[in-house]
């Protein structure tokens, strides 16, 4: 069993930033392909970032492409989302989300993840 910890939300104003940090637990971190999804209140989840397994490719999401980068630390078991250049529309809770999965085609997709964080609230205000 997989556990995912997410910190680092708040509340900040456009154009600024902020990092998001999900610490996860187990010893296998390393294998995992790390992901970040977001859902806006009256709106249904949507994908942001994700990272494969192997740390080498990364996936965004049009509206947060060239704003937001994701990264992780293997030894400190955790994945990262810098975001920057905030805007109002990305206020909405942060997922963190993981697999064992291998492939890339449904790593968009939020059914193709198995562990899911608590989720942290980040509000942008104009």
């Known amino acids: 069993q997989v556990q995912l910890v997410e910190s680092g939300g708040g509340l900040v104003q456009a154009g600024g930033s902020l990092r998001l940090s999900c610490a996860a637990s187990?010893?296998?971190?390393?294998?995992?392909?790390m992901a970040w999804f977001r859902q806006a209140p009256g709106k249904e989840r949507e994908f942001v970032a994700a990272?494969?397994?192997?740390?080498?490719?990364?996936y965004y999401a049009d509206s947060v492409k060239g704003r937001f980068t994701i990264s992780r630390d293997n030894t400190k078991n955790t994945v990262y989302l810098q975001m920057n250049s905030l805007k109002p529309e990305d206020t909405a809770v942060y997922y963190c989300?993981?697999?064992?999965?291998?492939?890339?085609?449904?790593?968009?997709?939020?059914?193709?993840?198995?562990?899911w964080g608590q989720g942290t609230q980040v509000t942008v205000s104009s």
């Open positions: 989300a993981a697999t064992e999965k291998r492939g890339r085609d449904s790593l968009r997709l939020g059914a193709w993840y198995d562990y």
């Open positions: 990272m494969y397994w192997s740390g080498i490719s990364t």
């Open positions: 187990g010893r296998t971190f390393s294998t995992y392909t």
